[in-house]
């Protein structure tokens, strides 16, 4: 199989200005009555500071912690409705125009694009489509019965695992890691980064910030507009 290069980018923060909580309360705001989604967006604002609090200690942990809310939802109209122009509009306006170049550019030049996310696949997989990503490595949820139980169904989107999913891609692929790059905000990108010969912080957080500084990577600013 013939070797080639790719580019692989979180999704959350790093292409787009959201968080896994973003399409969440997006779907609750349109399926449920306006009191319910009030009440519901105000549990999460009171649970903010410790979902915060858990994401500096692991992304992997705060990513279950999250997804427990989806439990008891609907799969095929979650599926179903993040397949509007409506929902994909509301991930697109916030990709931020510099990422949007970046992946342009590695189009243009014959790289394969990847999104490596913590994100839900139901949600992603429309936004790849919309960038012109090749392919999708992405969350998916247990169902039972037609419902999410509110479990991952394998391990979390996050620290190691995304080096794990990136180096299996690419062996299944004959992807080139050492000529391919990876662009994330978090430290816990940072095993992807560490997988290919070309890496890139954006948007660094402290941590990830200071990491990059010590391996000499670059760290780069996109802003919203």
């Known amino acids: 199989m013939p070797s080639h290069a790719a580019a692989f980018f979180d999704v959350d ?108 696949d139901a949600v992603m997989r429309p936004f790849a489509e919309h960038i012109g990503a090749a392919d999708v490595l992405a969350t998916r949820l247990a169902e039972r019965d037609g419902v999410f139980t509110g479990a991952i169904d394998g391990p979390p989107i996050a620290d190691e695992r995304k080096a794990e999913l990136v180096r299996a891609y690419a062996a299944e692929h004959g992807i080139d890691l050492a000529a391919s790059f990876a662009y994330g905000d978090s430290v816990g990108d940072a095993a992807m980064l560490e997988c290919v010969g070309h890496p890139v912080a954006v948007n660094a957080g402290r941590r990830l910030r200071r990491l990059a500084a010590q391996r000499h990577w670059p760290v780069v600013s996109w802003p919203p507009s």
């Open 13 to 120: 923060g790093t292409l787009t200005r959201t968080t896994i909580l973003h399409p969440l309360l997006w779907y609750l705001g349109v399926r449920q009555g306006r009191l319910r989604h009030l009440l519901g967006k105000a549990g999460l604002l009171l649970q903010l500071p410790r979902y915060l609090w858990i994401d500096r200690r692991s992304r992997a942990r705060v990513n279950v912690v999250i997804y427990r809310r989806y439990a008891g939802l609907p799969a095929d109209d979650i599926s179903d409705w993040h397949r509007t122009p409506d929902a994909v509009r509301r991930l697109t306006d916030r990709l931020f125009p510099k990422a949007r170049e970046c992946v342009e550019e590695h189009r243009r030049l014959g790289r394969r694009v990847i999104l490596v996310t913590g994100g839900l």
